[in-house]
């Protein structure tokens, strides 16, 4: 068994804690703080790199017990004297570990600058931990990478970082979610086989794109994406097109507010991230158009269908129309913003649920 920790989109820490054991039955969870996890899982290490809904994974090299909350960041100074000291040093880097690497240092998930001298020294005793020239510290572009890492609930962490992402802020479209983030909203949406899947404020297509091309997890369904704007819906369309995904996406020009194409009860889901009126006013102001919104999703979706839903108004009350009744809230941070997402449901018992296709 291996101690892993991985951080995930702050507020989700149940659906990520059922996610999680939900796809590695047999985990142990050791620490839940908000958007952290640490957890002890046997296996391939690569079955955590590629947990969906988590942002980074890391094992767990030491843990610094008896550290006091709400430190200034002369603790990691302190963490890293601990580590100079620490005889065990040398049993905690894995043997496999081969070539460069540097140590990072963060303070309450922020890379936090730290004594240099102390750190060249520490990073030179992990080279030194091995056979010569197995391990070498370097601060360009390492093979790995070490944290040191404080939270200010009290935990210090030395890891080791398994996981490196794309720089996001270069491959996505201008505010395109995350793909942590959209395969949660997915997720929370309960997938199933056949199902008709609507994200009715589809953007730049995250959602559908990672519900229809995702088939190792979740079932086939067919997504149908629209948005207002004429020039998003056709680069979508172009995207689909190069995915090879157009028989799983139908991508259509509407307003959220009138969705005529579609009878009554004839989606099974809905996953949406609506515009948050904060870039752009909402004409009408948010009152009015969430209700609109609302009312036409609620009337669309099938009894006992459920609407996943990302609004950047945490506060802001849901003007819920009768045909939805809300089953959980996470409030969330997005990019450092508040944000909050609903997971509402349709009752049972309505006319008929339409049959899968
Ligand atoms: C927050 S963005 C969605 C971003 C998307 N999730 C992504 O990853 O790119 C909201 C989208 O709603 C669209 N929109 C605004 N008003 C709309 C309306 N009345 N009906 C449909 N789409 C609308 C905007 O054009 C924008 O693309």
């Not at 794309?166 to 942590?180: D, M």
């Not at 997720?187 to 297509?205: H, I, K, Q, T, Y």
């Amino acid at each position: 068994m291996t101690t892993y920790l991985s951080t995930f989109t702050a507020g989700l820490g149940v659906p990520a804690r059922r996610a999680l054991e939900e796809r590695l039955p047999g985990v142990r969870i050791e620490l839940e703080l908000d958007g952290l996890i640490v957890y002890e899982a046997g296996g391939e290490t690569a079955a955590i790199c590629n947990l969906p809904f988590f942002n980074n994974s890391f094992v767990v090299l030491k843990t610094f017990p008896g550290l006091r909350p709400e430190r200034g960041k002369e603790i990691l100074d302190e963490m890293l004297a601990a580590t100079l000291r620490d005889a065990d040093l040398p049993r905690s880097i894995p043997g496999r570990l081969k070539g460069t690497f540097r140590l990072v240092t963060a303070w309450s998930n922020v890379l936090t600058a730290v004594d240099r001298d102390l750190l060249e020294k520490v990073e030179a005793r992990i080279a030194a931990s091995g056979p010569p020239g197995r391990l070498r510290p370097h601060r360009g572009r390492p093979a790995h990478e070490l944290w040191l890492s404080y939270r200010s609930e009290g935990h210090g962490f030395l890891l080791l970082r398994l996981t490196r992402h794309t720089a996001y802020e270069k491959v996505l479209e201008k505010g395109e979610l995350r793909p942590e983030l959209a395969w949660m909203l997915c997720w929370l949406s309960e997938p199933r086989e056949g199902e008709l899947v609507l994200d009715p404020f589809c953007g730049s297509g995250a959602i559908p794109l990672l519900r229809a091309s995702r088939v190792a997890q979740f079932p086939r369904g067919l997504v149908l994406a629209s948005d207002l704007d004429a020039a998003q819906v056709e680069k979508l369309k172009t995207r689909v097109k190069h995915a090879d995904l157009r028989r799983r996406v139908v991508v259509r020009q509407g307003d959220a507010r009138h969705l005529s194409r579609y009878e009554d009860g004839s989606i099974h889901k809905i996953v949406t991230d609506p515009p948050w009126g904060i870039f752009r006013e909402l004409e009408e102001g948010p009152e009015t158009f969430y209700r609109e919104v609302l009312a036409e999703l609620g009337r669309v979706l099938a009894p006992g269908g459920l609407l996943v839903i990302l609004l950047a108004r945490p506060d802001f009350p849901l003007p819920l129309p009768i045909t939805l009744e809300v089953v959980e809230s996470w409030p969330i941070l997005v990019s450092g913003k508040k944000a909050v997402v609903h997971k509402l449901r349709k009752p049972p018992g309505t006319a008929g649920v339409p049959p899968a296709c």
